[in-house]
Each structure stands twice: as C-alpha cells, then as structure tokens.
C-alpha cells in the first residue's frame, strides 16, 4: 500500500486518500597594408542603430552597456599588461576563463555529481511508487491513463523534494552556459567594434590602427581575415576534440544526449567557415577561449582537483581519468578496424 512509502514522505502521500470518481490530476572596414576585406556586415557602423534595417538588432548589440563595458576590460588589460593586442587579448582570455568560468564549471560538476548519486535513491522510490501505484489502480478501478499520471505527479513531487533536501537542482548546473555564453558574445562584439573602428569607448578610437599592427606570426594585422585558414581550422579542430572527450566519457548516452552531441559537433564544423569572416582579433579570441575550455575540461577531471573544490566522489569517478580517456580514444578512433 501507498502507506508504507508514506512512512518516508509523510508530507505527500497523505494527499492520496483518493476518492472512487478518481483523483483530481495535474495535466512541460580599414585601410591601410593589403589584406583581405572585411564582409559588409563587419563594416557596417552605428549609424543604423534604430533605423529598422537588417543590421539594426546588431548594431544596438555593439552600442549596448554590456559591450561597452567589454571594451573597457580589454582596454583596461592592454594598458595594465603594455603587451601587443595578441598578447593582451590572450591574457585577457586567459583571466576570464580562470577568475569566472574556471570556478562556475567546477559549481557546474559539484551540482551534477549530487544530481547522480541521487539516482539510486530516485529509482528506489521508483520502484515502489509504481507498485503502489498499481496497487491503488487495480483496487479503484483507474484506467492506464490516470494510473500513470498519478505516478508522475507523485514522482515529480519525490523528485523535488530530494533536490531540495540536497540543494542540488539541475537547473543550478546552467549557471555556466547563461554567464559564459553572454560573456563570449560581447567581448566578441568589443573585438569586432575595435577591428572596425566602430568603439563607443572615449579611449579606443586609436585602437583599429594599434591592432592593424598588433598580430604575430602568420596573423600580423587583427583587423584583416586569416587567409590562411589556419585560426579557423585550429578552432574547429579544438571544438570537435572538447566534444569527443565529452562523448567518450558517457557510457550509454541517451537518444537525447547522442543528438545534442551530433549537434555540436555540426555547430563545432560551421565555425570554421564562419570564423574565416571576421577580423583575426576575434578568431583570435575564439582559439583561445576554446584551448582554455579543453584544458579546464581536462582540469576538472583530475582527481585531486575535483577534491579541491569538494566535489562529491560519484560512481562515474575514475583514478586514473587520463588514462582511461586515452584508451577510449585509442580504441575508437585508431585500434578499430
């Protein structure tokens, strides 16, 4: 009967005592040496701001507080550090990802491990509830449709009282996304206001000609395209290793999880051609964020560094992460005939 897994959810199940009717259910542009031009849409300036066209929505973006406030950042990091906009873009990456995402990305681990050692005691509760459930159906005469919508309502509750006992809620592990993903966006928007003279900041007028010479190696001019291809390439490459190290440490993944992989891996491929369009300070940035992610993805699979920040032990947990990532590697990708 329905009482005995009320001895453990008192609060509940009491609101079983079902009538024979059945329940009342719950129903989810610069100039300057030779290079290769900018896209119109690089170019475009703030003039349009507010006139309705195509490129209006943009515009306001590049005008808005946030993006200005990127500005100043990477502003702020060039005058601190005096190094070439290469060197200043890519410590500034280098910060970001260490003093902001680094730590929500472990809070992100902290949240999931919970999340998985609840799964024994949430299919536990399963269980019973569903025996008690057929139970209750057989002996009121429910039919399938409400039997099951009383299992899920009741379970939906168990659920959420368990998360809120440990205070792990999965929606807690999107923190990162919602904070990293706008994060990304404006001191992109910055870069491309700077490469193509269009900066709101009172100090960063100059700053196109500083970053027409502000390159290194094959890159010399971030405001020009890489020609060469070799940023863009380089970054879908580190994109699609960050996935598959993701894929090979999920055994069993769901129908769900293997679409959104395959997902990300299209994303991961169009970025090439899409990064061969803007300025190199951008696609600059972009290498750097996603070497940044490779390593912190690798970071946070270390044993000692995941007892650092106290994330729980999980079954999932391996001793020997690397080890056991290579072989992954090995066995699906080059041993396989």
Known sequence: MLCRLGCRWPRLLPALQLQAGGPLLAPVPTSGAKRPALPVWAVAT???VGSGGAGGWYEALAASAPVRGAEEVL???????????????????????????LPLAA?????????????????NIARHLNQEVAVRAHQLGWSKRVARLTYLKYMRRFVSELYVRDNC?????????????????FISVALRNFSTGAT????????????????????????????????????????????????????????????ITYFVR????LMIPIA???????????????????????????????QLCRIPLTKSNSDTPYKDLFAAFYSKFISRK
């Open 46 to 48: 703030v003039s349009t």
């Open 75 to 101: 502003l702020g990091a060039h005058a601190a550090t005096g190094l070439p906009w290469w060197g200043s873009i890519l410590l500034t990456t280098v910060a970001l990802r260490v003093v902001v995402t």
């Open 107 to 123: 809070y992100q681990h902290y949240i999931l491990s919970k999340v998985e050692n609840l799964q024994p005691e949430i299919k």
């Open 169 to 185: 809620h999965p929606f807690k592990a999107t923190v990162l996304f919602w904070i990293q993903l706008p994060m990304w966006i």
């Open 200 to 259: 709101h900041s009172e100090a960063g007028f100059s700053v196109q000609e500083q970053l027409a010479t502000g390159g290194v190696l094959w890159f010399p001019d971030l405001t020009a395209l890489d020609s060469t291809w070799i940023l863009p390439v380089s970054i879908g490459v580190i994109n699609l290793l960050i996935v598959e190290i993701f894929a090979l440490q999920k055994i069993g993944m769901s129908h769900f999880q293997t679409y």
């Open 266 to 269: 299209a994303v991961s491929v």
């Open 276 to 306: 061969a369009t803007v300025p190199s300070s951008i696609v600059l940035y972009w290498l750097c964020s996603s070497i940044m992610g490779l390593f912190q993805n690798l970071l946070l699979r270390s044993p000692g560094f995941r």
